[in-house]
């Protein structure tokens, strides 16, 4: 197929900004900024071919990476909990892979029946590890949901807690809180603010230039903010052993 240029109906970028405030066992914060890209992974954009390179959107990345697309990989991980979308339209936030490379600490899935009504969410949870955790949400009319943390993503803290997160459907705005709430109080406040951009290749060139290889810029900035952590005298929390395989989904 011939790659369309110009903006795509089914896609945004979001320019954003990204906080992490620690509250407990001691007070850390982090802030960095990056994009992020809403598409439907039943339409992924189709870029200029010189700029492909710069987004891609891989199954492999998603769910049991096994899958022929990442809409199938969601469908399969929904159906073993239950829901059926019934062909309903899904948004899903994310990073792109950009140059060969992509790591997504958080990825989002608004997924809506046929009616358009949303049915639940799914946040898909990546840590530097290799592990992959999926959550299945669901959001009341603020959306906000609740859930118990099941996966192990910094290693200063347990798996333990219970998560709240406000995930609103993105629109001109995006505007999303995740709260980590343990025995003690909260013990973690993460944000991910930013505002929406037409997804034409000017634009995704533009936001390429200002974060260049911002996946792995991410990526390396968590493992420096970890070790200025561990330099500080924060304990190191081990990984139980059954998060000790790549790539697990449950």
Known sequence: MNAVPGPHPCAALYPCTI???RTAPRRYALRHRTY???IDPDRPPRLPRPLRPLARFDPRDHFTGDQPSIRAGLDAFLAAHGV??????VLMLTHARVLGYVFNPLTLYWCHGPDGDLRCVVAEVHNTYG?????????DADGT?????EFYVSPFFPVDGRYRMRLPVPGQRLDLAVHLDRAGGRALTATVRGTRREAGGAALLRLALRHPWSPLVVSAAIRAHGIRLYLRGLPVQPRPDDHRTPEKVT
Not at 84 to 89: C, F, N, S, V, Y
Not at 131 to 139: E, F, I, K, S, V
């Open 19 to 21: 906080t992490h405030v």
């Open 36 to 38: 992020l890209w809403l």
């Open 84 to 89: 059926r979308l019934d062909g309903g339209r």
């Open 131 to 139: 592990g992959r955790h999926c959550y299945l949400l669901r959001p």
């Open 145 to 149: 949901a609740r859930t118990g943390k």
